[in-house]
DNA sequence: AAAAGTACATGTATCATACAGATACTTAGT
DNA sequence: ACTAAGTATCTGTATGATACATGTACTTTT
């Protein structure tokens, strides 16, 4: 066995198992609860990368999320039939559509994350200020390190692909 | 609106962020990646918390992992047909059976834990021993947390029902 | 003008889950 | 002891989020 570390109480190990009971914890939260009522979590997430990459493309949105892009047209259809979205021509180019939040999009958003911010607030009421600060810290890092990993793993899809599609760039 | 904070990049702002990223993150690798061949993700965490726990029984097992008890039953029967745990009658309650994990399982098991420590210590290789120390904490905090809040917006299925089911309590 | 490539949509499959109902067993009330 | 109520498990069905394969329309290259 090549086990770094036999699985004792290690950092690493840890890190392991509570990756491990957190993905269930968010999942049932994300399942079960009273969240996501107008619009799911993915489409949550469609929705603030939408707003952090301005209207693009589905097929640069895809990347964006690093999902498929058959998924991606179909989480935007359901933005768009909800009316939180717009699908707008592209002039430039007749295969892709530019996808656009509408106002109704942003204040759906807006009201989803304040209902996320207020379970997080109940959830790490009692937590020292430091504390907070130290998860939001070892998160953000924890996220960074994946997305370069999955990058790394799939230097396909170059990001270049990304201009070939924005509004003014053909 | 009742917007704590005008969603700056405070904690709550951070965390709020991050803990959404990360889902998809995780999502993705538990998907795509070449972890879980022999058994998925949810059985591995079953076969964890059957090791915690002991033998108990699938209404047990499925509190513990606040599963729904029918799908508890399918991750069961996964591992049974694998060869990974076997279902004891119990002799006390002809309703009810006892998991136990075989000497398979728990190859199989550690064999998983194994590769989720290599793919873990290669993602944060190159962070310093603080960090690392600091994520593993933070993440068992927050489980911590979320498992209470779990745990008191649902006081039914109280945690006395462990005993009924175990080998030799009644 | 034909061939190759690209963007999006649709069909189908999978996985993990929940809820509803069925069945077999147990416990409580009388 | 008999019946009613409760409980443990299993099975059927539905949902949500995803991927892969295919089809279609458009664009770029040759």
Redesign the pocket.
Known sequence: MTCPSPSGPDAIGIIELELLKLV?HL??F???GSL?VSV????Y?AMRMLESLGPV????L?QA??????????????LVSEGLAV?KA?P????????VLTDEGRAAMRELECRRRLLIEELVRGWDEPGQISLGTSLARLNDSLLRTVTERRPADRPA?HQ??EPGA?
Chains 1, 2 share one sequence.
């Not at 799911?40 to 489409?43: C, S, V």
């Not at 430039?92 to 996808?99: E, L, M, N, V, Y």
């Open positions: 269930r999942e049932t994300g399942r079960r996501y799911d979590r993915a489409g997430l493309s589905a097929h640069c895809a999320l690093r999902l498929d892009a058959s998924t991606v047209t179909r989480q935007i259809s359901a699908r592209n430039a180019d007749g295969r892709s559509t530019t996808i692909g070939a599609t053909a």
